[in-house]
């Protein structure tokens, strides 16, 4: 089963920076070597992405169409990468009202989707 990434959240990925996570290998195991997307994201889009943690999407369009995306919460194998504090931001509304946006620092694992089709 193919599950695309749901289009209301596309604005998460709009900032999107595609990195390699590395990590030296430990007795008996490989080197970590993966493509990803780094984002930082208000905690509130967090919070609305969270139910979609640890499954793979396709993205059906955008800068990263026909891409998959994985993103990274508890798995141990992925520790260094899981969210972050990305600050915070003051501001004032247009009605004079301040607030405060918390950002987290969230990995996506990238992965090339190749179609293939019947002889």
């Known amino acids: 089963m193919r599950r695309m990434w749901p ?3 596309n604005a998460v ?3 999107a920076e595609e990195v390699m996570l590395e990590s030296p290998a430990e ?3 490989a080197p970590l070597h993966r493509k990803a997307l780094k984002a930082r994201i208000a905690m509130e889009d967090y919070e ?3 139910p979609l943690a640890e499954m793979r999407f396709r993205l059906g369009e955008g800068q990263f169409a026909g891409r998959a995306i994985t993103l990274i919460t508890t798995n141990p194998h992925y520790h260094p990468w899981h969210p972050k504090d990305g600050g915070s931001l003051e501001s004032v509304s247009d ?3 301040h607030y405060k946006t ?4 969230v990995h996506f694992l990238l992965d090339d ?3 293939t ?3």
């Open 7 to 9: 289009e209301e959240f």
């Open 13 to 15: 990925l709009n900032e």
């Open 27 to 29: 007795a008996g195991e």
């Open 48 to 50: 609305r992405i969270w």
């Open 95 to 97: 009605s004079g009202r």
């Open 102 to 105: 918390d950002y987290l620092v």
């Open 113 to 115: 989707v190749r179609e």
């Open 117 to 119: 089709s019947p002889a």
